[in-house]
């Protein structure tokens, strides 16, 4: 099983990032996805849900209306679109694969907004 996150970097405040995470060695259509992120000397936080077919996405209140997560589940593929972001978004962002016991981490991709 791998999860890998690309598309992180270092942003200005009010710029857009996409973040991107590609699986493999599981059956991607069946699972949630999730983004989490986790700044430095904080615990980590769920930013955005992914239903298994892409229909239904969630969010964290301090995201809301800034980020939105989609899917392909034809590339394996979940996406992270986050607009006007803020120094507050300032963290590792990790993608989460869950389906009834099975749980897996990508290794993280370091978003830094800062001017």
């Known amino acids: 099983v791998q999860l890998v996150e690309s598309g992180g970097g270092l942003v200005q405040p009010g710029g857009s990032l996409r973040l991107s995470c590609a699986a493999s060695?599981?059956?991607?259509?069946?699972?949630?996805m999730n983004w989490y992120r986790q700044a430095p000397g904080k615990e980590r936080e769920l930013v955005a849900v992914s239903s298994s077919s892409g229909n239904i996405g969630n969010y964290a209140d301090s995201v809301k209306g800034r980020f939105t997560i989609t899917r392909d589940n034809a590339k394996n593929t979940v996406y992270l679109q986050m607009n006007s972001l803020k120094p507050e978004d300032t963290a590792v962002y990790y993608c989460?694969?869950?389906?009834?016991?099975?749980?897996?981490w990508g290794q993280g991709t370091q978003v830094t907004v800062s001017s």
């Open positions: 060695g599981f059956t991607f259509s069946r699972y949630v």
């Open positions: 989460n694969a869950k389906r009834a016991l099975f749980d897996y």
